[in-house]
C-alpha cells in the first residue's frame, strides 16, 4: 500500500461502515469515531465529507461536497493556542462553512493527530490543492 492508497483512521472497525456509504468510483481517505455523543463518526473521501449524526430518536448522514464548502478552521481547545505552534497546542476541533444558507458543522476529534489530519485532508480537496 502506498501512501496515496493510505486510509487515515483512529478505529480500523469503522472503514467497513463508512465504505458501504461510497459512491461508485469514490474512495475513501479518512474516518474517523468521534467522542461527541451525538456524532458517531466522521468520513473523508475524494468527493466529501460524510458525517454520522446519532440522535434519541432519529439518526442522520450528512454528506458536503468539498465545492459547497468555503471554510475549514482547525480549532484549539483551549485559549492561548497559536497556529504558529501548531505541534505544542492542542487542536481536536474541525469546522466547516459553506454558502450563506449551509449551516456550520463542528467536528469533534479523540486526538490532535486526527482533527489534523482530517483538516489538512478537506482543506487540500476545498483549495484544489489535491497530490495524486
Do not use: C, W
Not at 102 to 118: I, K
Amino acid at each position: 500500500m502506498t501512501d496515496a492508497d493510505a486510509v487515515y483512521t483512529d478505529d480500523p472497525e469503522l472503514l467497513e461502515e463508512v465504505q458501504r456509504l461510497l459512491l461508485r468510483g469514490e474512495r475513501l481517505l479518512a474516518a474517523y469515531s468521534s467522542p461527541e455523543p451525538s456524532t458517531g463518526y466522521i468520513g473523508v473521501t475524494d468527493r466529501r465529507v460524510i458525517i454520522f449524526i446519532a440522535g434519541d430518536y432519529h439518526s442522520s448522514l450528512v454528506s458536503i461536497p468539498f465545492h459547497g464548502i468555503t471554510e475549514v478552521a482547525l480549532k484549539a481547545d483551549a485559549a492561548g493556542g497559536s497556529m504558529f505552534k501548531r505541534s505544542s497546542t492542542r487542536y481536536r476541533t474541525v469546522k466547516l462553512a459553506g454558502h450563506s444558507d449551509m449551516r456550520h458543522h463542528r467536528l469533534v476529534f479523540h486526538n490532535e493527530d486526527s482533527a489534523g489530519q482530517a483538516h489538512d485532508i478537506i482543506l487540500r480537496h476545498v483549495t484544489g490543492g489535491v497530490q495524486t
